[in-house]
């Protein structure tokens, strides 16, 4: 059999982009044949990211490019945070992140077609995947493009803002930051979603139908239909003037409204767009006290 050389190894890594074990394994496997080899290699790596696709990505990153008025922000997703910070998935990120700003792919499907570096970004996923021995995911994209100027701000990798506007850009730049700290899901009251404002007045009718029967077990009077009909309206305005960006106190000068500022600014916002890293997705808990009784369990039942 042929020796494995270190010089071996390090071609083929430079080809695969594998871990150094994984290498030395296949070349030994093949016998030091370096074809044989890299074609072993790269089936081993589509098996672990096969095995790996079943796996929760509810961490990741958000990655942000921009040119000129054309832009994209991409959440790319994996397993854990440790690998949230490794600088190849980091580089992938951002590779995504200009390829859909200047490709336009249609879905993730599309995007995941598309070539990049000589491959394509579905086969640099899936050999990702196998270096790092996580799960990864392509979650989300927004491609911005027009005559809007475009501005972003990451708050590290977790939270993505892009805005749209005119005007002054270091205005847009504060509103990008504003958009991270308070989550707004809208730009005016106007523009919140119908179905969050309708949770919004069943939560405030179920909390007064609360209110009433504590009030009639208690003895006290219970208050009139009408009444109730205007604290739900209340309740339902309090929560639009949360959650409507022009309406919210501005984070750099709580004096004044976002929608003040802007306008002190002579700035004006066509959009905004945030990305929470993993937001939505249902977290895998693992409970180290139940898996070390079951294992008891089983032991003692073996």
Known sequence: MAAITASMVGELRAKTDAPMMECKKALTEAGGDMDKAEELLRVKLGSKASKASSRITAEGIVAVHIDGTTGAMVELNCET???????????????LAQLIAEKNPADVAALSALETDGASVEARRTALIGKIGENMSIRRFKRFAGDASLVSYLHGTRIGVVVEFSGDPVAAK?????VA?????ALSAADVPGELIEKERNVAALKAAE??????????PVQSAEIVAKRVEGSVQKYLKEVSLYAQAFVKNDKQTVEQMLK???TKLSGFTLYVVGEGIAKKVDDFAAEVAAQVAAAKAG
């Open 81 to 95: 945070d440790f690998v949230a910070k490794n600088d190849d998935f980091l580089a992938f990120g951002k590779a």
């Open 174 to 178: 504060d509103v990008a930051m504003h």
């Open 181 to 185: 700290a308070m989550k707004p899901v």
């Open 211 to 220: 209110d009433a029967e504590k009030a009639k077990a208690e003895g006290k």
């Open 264 to 266: 002190e600014k002579a």
